[in-house]
């Protein structure tokens, strides 16, 4: 009789042992967790914080006697495994050595834990990964005498922690050491999350780091010290600054890793030593855009993973093979969302491409409670394939994402966008979805109608050219212009643009055009090269983006 043994229990093990299982009935199958849990809900645990789930019963997906009664699988709980012979093919735990005919090595990761001066001898805070640390949330951290926590790290949940330790009614400080939370995604888009975080009353203080834990005689931490010799008052800290592929016993056999130490696998889950599988948060992952080995430590993936790891650890033929980044997060009532390769991503791998940004609707605006969507899109300027994209708005962010994700994997251009057939009605989507009005822009690039020019590239520009050398254009109503305006623009209304074409033509200068979102600035830009305006650029995104990225703004009624 064929043994398997599968070591971990959270995500990635429970999907392998399941899944083997079901590809072969006679096995024996022996999971391995040195936890008393398995297969429970990491990702959950922030919005138990707040009762959006309601229990911690409800974290725990898959009880261990399921796994025994319906899919006849050994689990063997608080029982470590310490030590494996890949070459007699055993694992050893305190007590007892196991023979396998393959394993499944699926032992997740991590929680770093920051070299804090006091840490060791401070109590009053956890990591927040395991179902001990949430437990040890719930009991200390959430009590009625704990007024004020700090999150060290602004991650996905780091950030998600913080929302919902706001939404409990916890007064909240969130610390990042990278110059801004969020950092998967471009600064700007990082910059509307972290703008939403701080209107809901968070201080989120980033570039800093914590560098000690202000203690009193009983380790109860009083407050925080930041790198830059700030403190902070606390209760109970939480840290979510990074995980680390819990690897070491096979790295021990020689096995193959990249540089965090996650094991290299091929697309069948093979390790590099023969017949060990690995799965979950301990694995890398081809990177389907760059061919190139990656992290993206996602229950997607583990349970992907897991589910070919269990397969072809009974002779199956299941692959998986890779990713590119995927990632959504909740803001309260807002949600950031990215796939594929951004800027950021796209010059580290010297990568040439263009990208173009949209405001368009998510519902019509005769709706009720209608709500724009932000997309940037990052594509090919020689066969237009769509790279990446990034996206912020209140509703229809995790539809919009998953389009373009499916499209970055069938390969598809900026321009069969507009192609696509994508459902409609009024309460789910304008009759031009945001995801067909993004390839309509692009279109018009791609076709000389518009020129587009990002926000930072402006703000790069106003910095280097002196102001005689071009002219801002602002063509919103007067009104709009009054309540604030990009800093030296003139007001030329849309509607009476056609009135001044002269004083435009005699500036004779580079015309930077706006409106708020972008639409009437499109229009503006038509109407200028029709009357022979040659040089013109047009704002992505308008002055919205503008307003959300810059802190420079003029009020001309001042």
Known sequence: MKRIIVIGGLSAGPSAAAKARRENEQAEIILFEKGANISYATCGMPYAFSGVIESRENLLVVKPALLKTRFNIDVRLNEEIIRINTKEKIVYTKTDGYRYDTLVFATGASSVVPPIDNIKLAHSWSTCRSMVDFDKITNEGLTSTSKHITVVGGGLIGVEVAENLKEAGKNVTLIEGSPFVLNMWEKKFAKFGEAVLISKGIEVLSGTFVSKFDIDENGKILAVITSDGKRIPTDFVILSAGIKPNTQLLLDEGAEAIGNGALKVNAFMETSIKDVFAAGDNISIRNLQTNEDDYFPLGTHSNKAGRAAGSNATDGN???????????????????????????????????????????????????????????????????????????????????????????????????????????????????????????????????????????????????????????????????????????????????????????????????????KGLRGYLAESILRHNGVTDIFNIGGGFKIWEMYSDKIEYPNL
Do not use: H, W
């Open 318 to 516: 299941i692959t998986f093979k890779g990713a590119y980044k995927t990632a959504i997060v909740k803001v309260f009532d807002y949600t950031l969302a990215r796939t594929g390769m951004n800027a950021t991503a796209l010059n580290k791998n010297g990568i040439d491409f263009k990208s173009v940004l949209v405001v368009a609707g998510s519902t019509p605006s005769y709706y009720p409670n209608p709500k724009d969507l932000i997309i940037e899109l990052y594509y090919d300027p020689k066969s237009d394939e769509i790279l990446g994209a990034e996206l912020f708005g209140e509703y229809g962010v995790d539809k919009r994402v998953d389009v373009l994700s499916t499209a970055i994997y069938a390969k598809l251009k900026v321009t069969d966008l507009p192609r696509l057939d994508l459902a409609y009605a009024p309460p789910f989507s304008p009759a031009k979805d945001p995801v067909v009005v993004a390839g309509f822009v692009v279109e018009n690039i791609l076709n000389n109608k518009s020129t587009q020019i990002s926000v930072e590239a402006l703000e790069q520009f106003m910095d280097n050219t002196p102001k005689e050398d071009y002219m801002l254009l602002d063509v919103r109503n007067e009104n709009e212009y009054e309540k604030g305006t990009i800093p030296g623009a003139v007001n030329f209304p849309l509607d009476a643009l056609r009135q001044n074409i002269d004083s435009v033509l005699a500036q004779e200068k580079k015309v930077i055009v706006f409106c708020q």
